[in-house]
């Protein structure tokens, strides 16, 4: 047995369910999960839920930075530091878990919040039995060429385009 890569991408609404998704299957089976989030504050709904099953391990920040464009330069520092050590927390982690979901990692890599090569590194060279999920939007094509699956997200209709704030327990 030997464990791939996913990535779920795109505009739409998914990408953490699907990750979440599988994390609870694998759960479900008995293998052991790490769920690393970037970018989220730790309240969502679906966090909730995994704490619950005793073989997740949950890694958040510790501090909650909100959305890139709304972080000064300062923030921007502070977060690409504490980011950067997450990943390197969850990637240790990941040595005796069989799923690993980095949630938002996508994201934090267009930002430049950890260090794309870093990931390709582990990606690269992760332990064979591993299986690893990333989610966010836009991922580059030397993570796209890593994958084993690329599942994108696409927006045909959202609420939100008609002002609907997100809801707990459906969007968030």
């Known amino acids: ?98 799923l690993l979901v980095l949630d938002e990692a996508v994201s934090s890599c267009n930002h430049k919040m950890i260090s794309e090569e870093r990931l390709l590194e582990f990606l690269e060279n992760k332990p064979e039995n591993l299986e690893v999920v990333l989610t966010g939007r836009n991922p580059s094509e030397r993570l796209l060429s890593l994958a084993d699956y690329v599942t994108e997200m696409k927006k045909i209709k959202h609420p939100y385009d008609k002002g609907t704030p997100a809801r707990k327990g459906i969007e968030f």
């Open 1 to 98: 047995m030997f464990g791939l890569i996913h990535i779920y991408c795109g505009n739409g609404k998914g990408k953490t369910t699907a990750a979440t998704g599988l994390a609870v299957r694998a759960a479900g089976f008995g293998k052991r999960v790490v769920f690393c989030q970037f970018f989220k504050n730790g309240s969502s709904s679906e966090l909730k839920s995994l704490e619950k099953l005793e073989n997740i391990t949950i890694l958040g920040c510790k501090k909650s930075y909100g959305l890139y464009c709304n972080m000064d330069e300062e923030e921007k520092q502070n977060a690409e530091k504490d980011y950067g050590e997450l990943l390197e927390k969850a990637l240790f982690e990941a040595e005796k878990a069989d």
